[in-house]
């Protein structure tokens, strides 16, 4: 590994089955940092909780309309190891139940201290206090999951100094 590589920030998106919501974080986080010119700084990947989607590509819907929007959401999904806590610098989570299980896997407080919510950068969504799973609706929930996550993940560009 390299100096350039071991000083890159490693941000992990988590969502339950990685096949909407975090995948389309990841699709989001790549796009804007792709677009400020600071991909090198960053190592970006995301998981779900759960394995029943390994391998495959992200729901239909979420890479159409990350697609309208110009973000390639076209991430295989993995499951999120216990490895990853010491691998990844920062990992951002959904929603509650999300934060509630994989903080429950953290061996240390160190690792568990790794894990944040998305809401907690939404700077034009004040009142919302998760990304809610779009895969159970329709359009407008899709629409509004990747307003979220555009507006999480905004904040945390700004939070890192990269706005």
Known sequence: MNSKTAARTKILFICLGNICRSPAAHAVFQKKIDDRGLSE?????????????????????MREYGARRGYQVNHHARQFQTSDFKHFDRIVVMDED??????????????????????????????????????????????????????????????????
Do not use: C
Not at 46 to 57: D, E
Not at 99 to 109: F, G, M, V
Not at 125 to 136: E, G, M, Q, W
């Open 41 to 61: 700084r960053f190592e970006v990947d995301s998981a779900g909780i759960g394995n029943w989607h390994v391998g495959q590509l992200p729901d239909r819907r």
């Open 98 to 163: 999300n934060y509630r299980i994989i903080t429950s896997k953290a061996s240390s407080d160190e690792e568990a201290g790794k894990v944040v919510r998305m809401a907690d950068f939404f700077t034009s969504h004040p009142r919302a206090t998760s990304v809610p799973d779009p895969y159970y609706g329709g359009a407008e929930d899709f629409e509004l999951a990747l307003d979220l996550i555009e507006d999480g993940v905004e904040g945390m560009l700004k939070e890192m100094g990269e706005e």
